[in-house]
């Protein structure tokens, strides 16, 4: 009887341990939801609401951000990256100009971007269903730029996702492991769509400590079109 229920406890072992690889296996690699190709461009309504408990107000500015991958960067020890070009439209010379530039990359099991020098890792590679559990799977995004620790997890993986603009299939969604609300938020959220890259990214960093009965800080909103 004793032998039964441990061989019946063996294989019950060995099916979750087949489930757990097949999920795995079902991105193997994850660079899908991080494309990188010369040429691509993309375009993005970014919100952003100023909130001043001083005054008090509360101010929305909108507009309209092309991305586009320029370039394929060689360094010396071997190591290679994509240049990718913010830029604006400028109504009186009807053309988008350029406001900033950036690194991204896929090395290893992560997916990393380079703004302003400071290397943040975006995607932690392979992506499957288990990592979205407890509180194993996290990484620090500033593991490789020696700042503050900053800790996030998978939320949920292989959902449709709604930005508000439009509906995606395949998502994956990354969220502060430990984010904070209330008196003091400071919640970041950030949505990839599988083939096409980020669809959604939203930062709250407002609080209420300047004014109890009014908030200050910010809060970005940024949507694929």
Known sequence: MIKTKAFIVFCLLLLALACRSNKEERVLKGEEYFPVKIGDIRYYTVDTILFNAFIP?????????????????????GDTAYRVELSTYNTSKSEWVPFQSFERKVIDNYAIEKMNNIQEVKLLFPIAEYKTKGSS???????????????VKYSSVFKSYNNGINGYN????????????????????????????????????????????????????????
């Open 137 to 151: 799977y996290v990484w620090n995004t500033n593991m490789f730029n020696g700042k503050e620790p900053v800790i």
């Open 57 to 77: 107000s509360i101010d929305t500015i909108r507009r309209e951000i092309r991305e586009e991958v320029v370039e394929q960067i060689a360094y010396d020890d």
């Open 170 to 225: 395949n998502c994956v969604s990354i969220k502060l492991n430990k984010p904070q609300s209330g008196i003091v938020n400071n919640i970041k959220e950030e949505v990839y769509a599988k083939n096409i890259g980020l669809v959604y990214r939203f930062t709250d960093s407002t609080d209420y400590l300047m004014d109890t009965a009014h908030l200050s800080g910010v809060r970005i909103f940024i949507r694929l079109k």
